[in-house]
């Protein structure tokens, strides 16, 4: 019946795919963290109008000896995009699904071409389908192997190890290549003894120390589930959440047993909370921070250490470094560490008390030895490991119980140090060597200076901001961190000290001082407080020693300079070529420009500033070439992609014999103060989300640029971005997430190209 059975599978399989008698089963997997479905794994059925259902056992391997199963994974794997694309149709949020593939696929065809033109077909993110394959595929031709699974991981694929354990070589298939998960052989969880038990749980870390997902087939009991969720195994699979079943019927069925499906944004959050490895000794080390770590001994953070005693000595086979840590940094620890101290003939208190317990752990298997030093608490706990006639060795634990006690007295001084805090308005730890700011206590102001981008962009932001602009060059020059070590050492004090105006809370200027303590080389507290008073008593003092013209005059020069650095005037001026020559602050930031070298020695034409330029141009002539004095002609800007209608009035200069040499002008809102702001733009031309112009807006300005072209052949270019994933983004994270991407796509495009083209 058997060879019946194989020859009629065999004739009738090309059949049985154009009939569908081939069908896909899905079966769930568990996320043991939250109990929701978070995959499925699609499994094919054989359902033949002879025979019945077929389990694959009966097929798989057949048509894999006859070099068939290409075709079968391929339609399993079409069928699989076909229903992750019918359920986002229908407006669900599907789970990704893995398939299995086989070692005749690599082989036979192009599988990656496959899953990857089916997954374009059906518009999937990759992540969507995940590959599972064996370890035996490995034994005949690794390196085609390891190209196809590099190009699955290249294209974003997850590729999976199925079936681990089942095969010779595990463990050198998972030394050698990468994978993202590894799936368990039930075989494991089926036998579900002591030894088993053990297995899994070593599995499970080296998994997560390899950063491997883990995943447990097979599981059919409670009892097998908890076990798996507390060693810390983050998925399972298995009847206990139901056997592989037609699609529809298992979202049935997960509804009936109240397993809901994970969401897509959930899936990354618990993958993280998965990689924890909260079976080790120390959880808080990351993955990369064993991979970096030089010495094994550093794996454990609990301290332990092996002791070796012999009639006359006593010696350590065996201490870890948190072992390690504790007894350097103590007397009685460099006591027992030498080997002689802790002999019977010690008369120092805590060895020969430590050499006690060494005894009596001889005589009862274990014991414990609580103790006080350096006004620290104490525990050691010791457990016999071995004994022969002239030796034992004992296992010890130390541990700090007075780290407890640590805590709340740093609680205390933290409350007494924010008494010193409020005096200052911010305290920063500048480390030079690093080039890191770290801001410790900021009192007036909310903001945080950025710390990562080093110390040199921080004081420049910070400068920009807060500091007044005459005194921003020497503040730049007394925070350049490359010769700060030294100019603080140069002070022959541990500090230096300088006054900077500094705008305050209420948007005025007032004196601070500026502190930078160095407390060990390259290391330097920053601390800024309030220094009116010290100024006023010094420019006292400086008055009655030095009496002398009055120092306050209006000078033009420091009008024209208080004039430019404030915000009050939009005002530029141009050369007699109508060539940008500088520009006041309030000018720069208007049209969102960081400095003027963008726009220097430019025509408005060179910078593309205007859609219709004309009529700027004219005025312009008529100011040089005529001594015109143009006012409140409205314009229009393009300014962050959009364009703003502004007036502008410019006026000669004149040099001593009377010529123009250039002109200065000065820019207005056309409407009221700040209608024409891209965050109040006219909702009817402009996008309320981007701020850029919406489908209106774009239609309007591009007649005009049609008109251009038209009447003056002046070219221009139009050009479409599409998001290719914005659907499958705001499919699976959301609107919101479409919209994050939507916002920071148009404020970079705003931003690389919107002072002198429309961006909509
Ligand atoms: P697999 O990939 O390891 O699939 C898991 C197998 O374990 C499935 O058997 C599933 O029904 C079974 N199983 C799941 N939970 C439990 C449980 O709690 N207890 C027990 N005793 N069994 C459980 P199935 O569907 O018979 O598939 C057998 C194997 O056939 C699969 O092993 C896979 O290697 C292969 N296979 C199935 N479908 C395909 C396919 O479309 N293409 C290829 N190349 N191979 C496939
Ligand atoms: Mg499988
Ligand atoms: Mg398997």
């Not at 699609?247 to 049935?252: E, G, K, S, T, V």
């Not at 004992?394 to 140090?417: A, G, H, I, K, Y």
């Not at 000290?497 to 290391?523: A, M």
Request: proline content about 3%; glycine content about 6%; charged content about 25%.
């Amino acid at each position: 019946m058997p060879k019946d059975l194989d020859q009629y599978l065999l004739d009738t399989f090309e059949e049985a795919l154009r009939g569908h008698y081939i069908q896909v089963y899905y079966q769930p997997v568990i996320r043991t963290l939250t109990r929701r479905a978070c995959s499925f794994e699609a499994l094919a059925r054989w359902d033949d109008p002879v025979h019945g259902m077929i389990q694959p056992d009966s097929f798989i391997g057949l048509l894999e000896s006859h070099r068939l199963i290409h075709k079968l994974d391929s339609y399993v794997i079409l069928k699989v995009c076909k229903r992750l694309r019918q359920t986002i149709d229908e407006g669900f949020c599907p789970i990704p699904v893995s398939v299995n593939l086989s070692r005749e696929d690599f082989e036979m065809c192009d599988i990656f071409s496959i899953v990857d033109s089916h997954v374009s077909e059906f518009r999937l993110p990759h992540h969507f389908l995940h590959i599972e394959i064996t370890e035996s595929m490995f034994a005949d031709n690794p390196e085609l192997m390891r190209t196809v699974i590099d190009r699955f991981h290249a294209a974003g694929y997850q590729v999976w190890m199925d079936d681990f354990g089942s095969g010779y070589s595990s463990l050198n298939v998972l030394k050698d290549y990468t994978f993202d998960e590894l799936k368990v052989d039930r075989e494991f969880i089926s036998a579900f003894h002591l030894r088993s038990r053990q297995i899994l749980t070593s599995v499970t870390e080296m998994a997560k120390d390899l950063d491997l997902h883990t995943l447990m087939e097979g599981v059919e009991t409670e009892a097998q589930f908890q076990f798996l969720r507390d060693i810390g195994c983050e998925k399972v699979q298995g009847y206990l959440f139901g056997e592989p079943m037609p699609y529809d019927r298992l979202i049935d069925h997960l509804r009936r047993i109240g397993v809901p499906l994970e969401l897509p944004k959930d899936h990354v959050y618990y993958d993280m909370i998965g990689r924890v490895n909260v079976l080790s000794a120390s959880p808080f080390m990351s993955v990369e921070q064993r991979f970096n770590l030089s010495n094994a001994r550093e794996l454990n953070s609990i301290p332990l250490s092996i002791v070796e005693v012999c009639p006359d000595t006593t010696r350590f086979l065996f201490y870890n470094a948190s072992f390690e840590n504790i007894i350097i940094k103590t007397q009685w620890g460099s006591a027992i560490i030498d080997p002689k101290a802790c002999g019977a003939t010690s008369t120092a208190s805590l060895p020969r008390r430590i050499y006690t317990m060494l005894e009596e752990t001889k005589v009862s298997g274990d014991a414990k030895l609580y103790f006080v030093s350096d006004s620290e608490y104490y525990v050691i706990q010791s457990r016999l490991i071995a004994a022969k006639d002239d030796a034992y060795s004992v296992l010890l634990r130390l541990d700090n119980l007075s780290q407890n006690t640590d805590v709340s007295r740093m609680n205390t001084l933290d409350t007494e140090m924010r008494h010193i805090y409020s005096v200052f308005d911010r305290i920063t730890l500048l480390e030079l060597g690093e080039d890191r700011i770290t801001p410790l206590y900021v009192g007036t102001h909310d903001e945080k200076v950025a710390s990562s981008d080093g110390i040199q962009n921080a004081v420049e932001l910070y400068a920009k901001e807060w500091i007044f602009g005459e005194d921003q060059e020497i503040f730049l020059r007394y925070y350049e961190a490359a010769s700060m070590d030294e100019r603080i050492a140069e002070s022959g004090r541990s500090c230096i000290v300088d006054y900077f105006r500094t705008l305050n809370q209420h948007g005025q200027f007032s004196w601070k001082q500026y502190l930078l303590i160095r407390f060990r080389p390259s290391c330097v507290f920053s601390v800024i407080r309030d220094a009116d008073e010290d100024v006023q008593v010094m420019r006292q003092r400086f008055l009655t020693m030095y009496p002398s013209k009055p120092r306050g005059e209006l000078t033009h020069g420091r009008l024209w300079k208080s004039l430019i650095q404030s915000d009050i005037g939009r005002l530029y001026w141009k050369d007699d070529q109508r060539r940008y020559v500088g520009a006041s602050k309030g000018f720069l930031d208007y049209l969102g420009l960081s400095s003027i070298r963008s726009i220097l020695g430019k025509t408005d034409e060179e910078i593309g500033w205007h859609l219709l330029s004309d009529h700027v141009l004219h005025n312009d002539e008529s100011v040089l070439r005529e001594g015109a004095v143009i006012q409140n002609v409205p314009a229009r800007f393009i300014s962050g992609g959009v364009e703003r209608n502004v007036r502008y009035s410019s006026t000669p200069v004149y040099n001593e014999y009377g010529h123009v040499i250039g002109l200065v002008g000065s820019l207005s809102d056309q409407e009221s103060s700040d209608a024409s702001r891209p965050d109040h733009a006219d909702p009817m031309r402009h996008d309320g989300l981007t701020g850029l112009l919406n489908a209106r807006g774009i239609d309007e300005a591009l007649s005009v640029y049609c008109d251009m072209y038209y009447l003056r052949r002046i070219d221009f270019l139009r050009v479409h971005i599409t998001v290719e994933d914005y659907d499958s983004i705001t499919m699976q994270y959301g609107f919101s997430h479409g919209d994050k991407v939507l916002s920071a796509l148009g404020a970079a495009l705003s931003r690389l190209y919107g002072n002198d083209a429309l961006v909509g």
